[in-house]
């Protein structure tokens, strides 16, 4: 993807601009500020990406074929500038540049399996002749024989968990309660030993809100109330390992108003972490990169959400 940001002279004191900069430098991204004008030229466009205010910096970067992201928060108006990021805050950059850059690339087999189950079950859904629906499930039966073909999982398996739903097929959603003290996250000790946010499916039943507070009670022993959306992330663009099925990730802030931590069937341990003293992750569930966003949603109350 990318190796080199441009940030234009404009955005040079901007201080959130800067509270980046030692993220980007840590992912080894080499940054300058710099004035575009009519000499301006790069050794390597493909893989560099300019971030500017206005249309005569979107115009040059498309004369020279540069990647270019408008940086919105600056603009008063951005209608008519045409721009291949629209960035609403500086790390909406940073969440683009750690996102996972197609994620099924090199895995063919896993998105043909995908498509043909959502084919599937789109026309047993739909259909209202009784061959096609033979067709239908005769092709949901052969998404679930590539996928346990490839993941040594039993096909009875798989059926189980990639070919069970009806109707239209939309993604999921998991939702992660983000709770601070004292400058510091609220990490819950899994079965498997590694750390994660509370959180978890959200239940058929449940709203976002509610299935945050559930999953804090159940998970962390806390009564929480929700009160800022961090971000909703694309899993597969942020998270290993890759599953068979969209999921929408919901990052939300909580206030803790009572409750204390009980080992449970899910979790056997609660504990505050800095930022820079992270135990092991549960990198399915969350990185250290989500961790990085929510501090930073945590320490500004102007926060603009990151969505995917």
Same mark, same amino acid.
């Given at each position: 993807?990318?190796?080199?940001?441009?940030?234009?002279?404009?955005?040079?004191?901007?201080?959130?601009?800067?509270?980046?900069?030692?993220?980007?430098?840590?992912?080894?991204?080499?940054?300058?500020?710099?004035?575009?004008?009519?000499?301006?030229?790069?050794?390597?466009?493909?893989?560099?990406?300019?971030?500017?205010?206005?249309?005569?910096?979107?115009?040059?970067?498309?004369?020279?074929?540069?990647?270019?992201?408008?940086?919105?928060?600056?603009?008063?108006?951005?209608?008519?500038?045409?721009?291949?990021?629209?960035?609403?805050?500086?790390?909406?950059?940073?969440?683009?540049?750690?996102?996972?850059?197609?994620?099924?690339?090199?895995?063919?087999?896993?998105?043909?399996?995908?498509?043909?189950?959502?084919?599937?079950?789109?026309?047993?859904?739909?259909?209202?002749?009784?061959?096609?629906?033979?067709?239908?499930?005769?092709?949901?039966?052969?998404?679930?024989?590539?996928?346990?073909?490839?993941?040594?999982?039993?096909?009875?398996?798989?059926?189980?968990?990639?070919?069970?739903?009806?109707?239209?097929?939309?993604?999921?959603?998991?939702?992660?309660?983000?709770?601070?003290?004292?400058?510091?996250?609220?990490?819950?000790?899994?079965?498997?030993?590694?750390?994660?946010?509370?959180?978890?499916?959200?239940?058929?039943?449940?709203?976002?809100?509610? #299935? $945050?507070?559930?999953?804090?009670?159940?998970?962390?022993? !806390? @009564?929480?109330? =929700?009160?800022?959306? *961090?971000?909703?992330?694309?899993?597969?663009?942020?998270?290993?390992?890759?599953?068979?099925?969209?999921?929408?990730?919901?990052?939300?802030?909580?206030?803790?108003?009572?409750?204390?931590?009980?080992? #449970? $069937?899910?979790?056997?341990?609660?504990?505050?972490?800095? !930022? @820079?003293?992270? =135990?092991?992750?549960? *990198?399915?569930?969350?990185?250290?990169?989500?961790?990085?966003?929510?501090?930073?949603?945590?320490?500004?109350?102007?926060?603009?959400?990151?969505?995917?």
């Amino acid at each position: 993807m990318y190796k080199k940001l441009i940030f234009t002279s404009e955005l040079s004191n901007d201080e959130k601009v800067q509270e980046i900069l030692p993220l980007l430098v840590q992912k080894n991204y080499e940054t300058e500020f710099k004035t575009l004008n009519e000499d301006f030229s790069l050794n390597e466009p493909a893989s560099t990406l300019v971030i500017g205010t206005n249309t005569d910096e979107s115009i040059l970067c498309k004369n020279l074929n540069i990647s270019f992201g408008l940086a919105t928060w600056q603009c008063q108006s951005f209608r008519h500038i045409k721009a291949d990021y629209y960035f609403r805050q500086p790390y909406d950059i940073l969440n683009l540049l750690t996102s996972i850059e197609a994620p099924y690339k090199n895995m063919k087999w896993l998105t043909t399996a995908m498509e043909m189950q959502f084919i599937a079950q789109a026309g047993l859904a739909y259909t209202k002749d009784r061959f096609d629906h033979e067709r239908f499930t005769r092709l949901s039966e052969m998404a679930a024989e590539i996928m346990a073909q490839y993941t040594d999982l039993p096909k009875e398996k798989v059926q189980n968990l990639f070919c069970n739903e009806t109707g239209y097929q939309t993604p999921k959603i998991d939702t992660r309660s983000v709770i601070f003290q004292d400058d510091k996250i609220l990490l819950v000790k899994e079965i498997d030993g590694r750390w994660s946010m509370p959180g978890g499916w959200v239940d058929v039943n449940q709203s976002i809100c509610d #299935n $945050i507070i559930k999953e804090a009670r159940e998970e962390a022993g !806390l @009564d929480v109330v =929700p009160t800022r959306l *961090v971000a909703i992330h694309d899993r597969n663009r942020h998270n290993t390992p890759l599953y068979a099925y969209g999921i929408a990730k919901v990052f939300m802030l909580c206030e803790v108003i009572g409750g204390h931590f009980s080992p #449970n $069937i899910e979790t056997s341990e609660s504990a505050y972490f800095s !930022l @820079d003293n992270l =135990p092991r992750l549960s *990198v399915g569930k969350n990185t250290e990169e989500q961790i990085q966003l929510c501090f930073a949603a945590y320490k500004d109350k102007n926060w603009i959400p990151v969505i995917d």
